[in-house]
């Protein structure tokens, strides 16, 4: 449905563009929210995007389109443009979305707006850029609401009325001492349900959740989706307050993750790949490939070291699929189960030796299953028997080890705090695939006396 | 972190049971928050569980921790529960949240514990049991603030002081009309900046982002995202309001989806696989598996068809792991990439022949780099240029039909509406695997001349 609604959005504004009905492209550029005029932009030329962006009354709606846009097509936008232009849109944008683009744009160019942006504003965003973007002082706004803690109801309910206009999460009200310390939270409910006259530290929650500006974003999600807040503090070393993140920010974060994890696992490796140019798009999966490739040579050298086997036992060859594709299955499901528990937190690499003992256990069962069923085949196919128990016992031993490996790998990684996800995919695949054929041809080797 | 705080937390609980150090369990107990104390759950022994579950002092703390714990935990615990303790806690709880906790139970307990909720809260609930699980209706809450368009800001807010105490999340007040139709939506903070006497319509945003009942609950997250907005109102097919879904459930949506795709898409294919028994784990993995053995077996068919070529050419036998593995990892990395940009948004399936060329040429440059560094060491090893050019051909064809296959298959069960990661995983794998093979195996025949 958002597709279809899509569709009908960028349709009309080409046919509008192509027929210059400036009064009905006003109307309905104005009319549109700016998170769906960004997804027009793509299916437009330079020059129309620019023609559409200039209809756009609202400077802030402007930067809401600034932050919508992907990356590439924002950059490609803003080369053209007048800086004070540029200047004048982010000045109207939170500090937070502000310094995300900030980081995309050229050294040169990020230098200049920034001396530009008036003071105070600038100096927010220069505080945001010194954070990691992967932190919760990078991803933290600013502007927040903090009150001194003998502030009554009615005093900040005034304070909301002349100041914090800005604020982007108006629901919480931090209570701060005279150091800037945090020592509660209050609501915007509570100021209204309360005595006018009561002061914020006899009905402030003390008990409040918060974090260091140097935790991981994934880490702050986690406690934001735990708690089922909508907002949590973040703290300086001295613990003084100094931003707050935001769920909506905390979605974004999730979403982020979640398809980092799922395109590394699948070796590609980059978000937004997809909108990728075809050549941009083989430069990223190259490398990855490339482990695929060494292990398929591996496994080749290791073959045709038992060129003789081969060549007195033909039909070895015909199993090579089934066994590689078999360990390379169960390995995949292991790797995932434990990459995405570890992301979920359902799995914790402190229960390392019960997961991969349970993953062993799982890897052993499913081989023996397999391991029969495939040696019947080639038992009925050959009539050998020791040709078909070679077969079944490479299966099981095959398998066995994939779910080894395959959990091992990922929660190993994250114990010494390496990305598990990196280490899934192409790399456990590839080892998985050199060790099945190995074993294949070792049992086979002995079994058959060759 | 988080993992470090929870084993401190299990540490000391299952000491301070051992010990029967009462006062000291209820402190902590009390000061904990109920989604903390369900992560220890899974650690302690019924009888344990049933223990300090009795110490939590506030009934709304006992009914959060009934949400937050895992579905087969849950089952357990409430087995042995007196019906009137879980009454008296589901009617703290947010109808939503009941809802699904009553839709996990048998039949008959939930038929009895419905009749003995008081009547308002039961109607609430069966409201929402008759809506999808997975759609707006069905994770919507009934509990929200619906004011006249005339009521003034001053009796909006003395309405709140008075009423709508048990509301999840009073920063919007929606307005209805005389017939409960959504004609706008103001905000908390909006009352207490206006004048007193001011009607809520002239004020209020008329503008309102809303959603059907019978909306998918993906979608519906996806407008949330997209807008940044905390909430967003349900509507039934008369327009009527009839409940919201909020932004921390979106969360929750958004982290479930992503782990059901993720999990699919390796061949796993359900939620929780990672906290289930060896058992259990082991008959969930097994069927996905069967794909995978019954592509094996095609393979072996097939190989075993060209078991002439085979005693001739033993090294034939020798690239199978690399030209399938090859084919594998880049219809891997095609169908994740579109699977993934299908969820995000990303990737529309109108665009299905786009995306698909664009795929197919990604896989014919890639084929053509590594089809010549694998004939390359074909070369090096056998001399034989007919078997290194075979080799080659057979690495290019199939990492391009992979990359084809990986992205048409994906693509098009997204058009007719099935889920495409469901598509993905063992089955695209299996057919590539099926295909590299016998390409590889025709190849070399012809070229070979055998």
Redesign the interface.
Known sequence: ???DR??ILVDSIKRLLRRGAISHLLNIVNKT?A??LSAVFPSLSLSDQHRLFEMIKDTEQKGVLFSELEEDIFLNFVEGMDLDEIVKILERMPADDVADLIGRLPDEMSDTILEKMKKEGSEEVEGLLRYDDDTAGGIMVPDFIALKEDTTAKEA?ES??KEHQDVEM??YLYVVDEYGKLTGVSS??Q???VPPEKPLKDFMTMDVFSVQTD?DQE?VA???????I?AVPVLDETNRLVGIVT??D???I??QE??E???K????GEE????KS??K??RI??P??FA??I???I???I??HF?ES??RY?????????????G???G??S???????LA???????DIWT?VL?EL??GC??GL??GF??AA?AQI?YGTAAFAISVGLAVISSMAVAALVGSLVPMAFAKINIDPAVAT??FV??AI?VIS?SFYFIIATALLGI
């Open positions: 449905m958002q597709g899509n569709k929210h998170a769906d309910i909301l009325q108006p629901f915007l409910r100021l209204v349900v935790m880490e986690k406690i934001v989706a735990r708690y089922d909508l769920v909506d905390v979605i974004d999730f979403r979640a398809t994890d799922i395109l696992m699948a070796g590609v937004f790949v997809e909108t075809v050549l798009s083989t999966r190259l990855w490939l695929s490739c292990g398929g040579m496994a080749f050298f073959i045709s060129e081969l060549i033909a039909y070895l060859a015909a199993f090579i699929p089934v066994i590689m594709g078999m390379g299955n169960i995949t499901q790797s995932t189960i434990v990459v995405r528990g979920t937190g359902r799995i914790n690499t402190r997961v349970k256990a799982v069962i499913l299953v397999y069923l495939i085949v196919q995919g192409p695949t590839t695939d054929v």
